[in-house]
């Protein structure tokens, strides 16, 4: 069995972005892609700021699968599973019983919510927003909660970037959540201690709460809804219960091809495993030990794979690429240094913005990495073209 066709597994961003910049590098080469869902085309990170606009699972859909998939020539297979994949053969055996040959493979896998291990009967309770159909189910808990009625109070396990977009979300909907996290502060590994404080304090004066250097140890059903205990022996009432502790990159496909795996599916710069014309993007992918589960990082290695695939060998290249933290409450850009670099924060800010630059040790006009908060998030564009590429 031989093919020319691309095959990609996954119909999330990074497999959507994939396919359409293959079009446009080869308007001829047979494209097909498996999804495990409804393969429709919506954006992952409005997922967290979709209560504030309104959207609802289907309208936060921008594309359903016919469309997409009849706009980039591609055959899509919705609701398909693959079973195993053959790397030497260069086949991949589908839950309808069929099997695709393919030229080149690509794992555009995602990541997995990372779930507590919690005791209590209500544990099963708790819910995750990952995807499209995470987030019918959280939107449909959210309007009729355990004690039958709109839900009024959310623990949100995890202060991270995600825990904090969604408990600003939540406020939107007049739901007041209270934030959990056995760390010491707001996005630790992103923040300096200045702006973390910021963030908390505009979150709790919109009416958020946090619980810091805590853990959430069982989940219990109460009389008034769902009872949360700490590691501190505390307890809290709620009606829902979010995690939003952090991802794990898919990595199970690529660990039966015999692909090698660390923390994600492992690739160089072309975006190659260790398997031949076996390739991976996305928040599956670890990337010179790099992993990056951002929108602006895959839309970098979508058009790299994609000129790749077409014939012209184009390692991936990663400029400065801020990150922007969905809390209105207030407005936040994150530009991290890189996890080894040695320097220091330097904090200025006044009661409408926060500006921090990380210069390095001993060349303070060497700027490594920043955070905006405010009205400072106006200096992105700015700041990004003083930051060297984190992968030149």
């Known amino acids: 069995m031989s093919s020319d066709a691309v095959v990609i597994i996954g119909a999330g ?26 393969a429709g085309f919506y954006s992952k990170p409005m997922l967290s700021n979709a209560l504030a606009g309104k959207k609802t699972a289907a309208t936060l859909v921008m594309k359903p699968a016919e469309k997409i998939g009849e706009e980039v020539q591609a055959r899509v297979l919705p609701h398909t599973t693959v079973t195993a994949i053959d790397g030497e053969a260069r086949t991949v055996s589908l839950s309808n019983g069929e099997t695709l040959a393919y030229r080149d493979l690509v794992l555009a896998l995602g990541a997995d919510p990372i779930r507590l291990p919690l005791e209590g009967d209500a544990a099963d309770t708790v819910l995750s927003v990952n995807d499209l159909d ?19 109070r959310v623990v949100i396990l995890g202060a991270g970037l995600i825990g ?36 908390q304090d505009k979150l709790v004066a919109a009416g958020a709460q946090f619980r810091f250097g805590v853990g959430a140890q069982s989940v219990q059903r109460g009389p008034n809804g769902l009872v949360v205990t700490l590691n501190d022996g505390t307890t809290l009432e709620t009606d829902l219960v979010l995690s939003a502790i952090g991802l794990k990159p898919r990595t199970d496909l690529a660990t039966g091809a015999h692909a090698k795996v660390a923390r994600g599916v492992v690739v160089d710069r072309l975006l190659a495993t260790t398997v031949p014309h076996i390739h991976a993007l996305g928040d599956c992918t670890e990337v010179e030990g790099t992993l990056l589960p951002y929108v602006m990082p895959l839309m970098q290695q979508a058009r790299a794979l994609a000129a790749t695939l077409a014939g012209q060998p184009t390692p991936v290249s990663y400029p400065a690429m801020p990150v922007a933290v969905k809390t209105p409450a207030w407005p936040t850009v994150v530009c991290p240094p890189p996890a080894d670099a040695e320097g220091q924060w330097q904090v200025t800010a006044t009661e409408e913005a926060l500006e921090a630059r990380f210069t390095a040790a001993g060349e303070p006009e060497r700027l490594l990495g920043f955070v905006l908060q405010g009205k400072a998030v106006s200096q992105r564009q700015a700041l990004a073209a003083q930051v060297p590429p984190l992968l030149a």
Do not use: M, Y
């Open 164 to 199: 904090c977009e969604f408990a600003n979300d939540l406020l939107a909907r007049g739901i007041a959540p209270t934030v959990i996290d056995l760390a010491d502060r707001a996005l630790p590994r992103l923040l300096p201690v200045e702006a973390s404080l910021r963030l």
């Open 13 to 38: 961003l990074a497999g959507w972005n994939l396919a359409r910049e293959l079009r446009k590098a080869d308007p001829a080469v047979p494209i097909v892609v498996v999804s495990r869902d409804h």
């Open 134 to 152: 995470d987030f019918a189910r959280f939107a449909d808990h959210l309007e009729q909660g355990p004690t039958g009625q709109p839900v009024q």
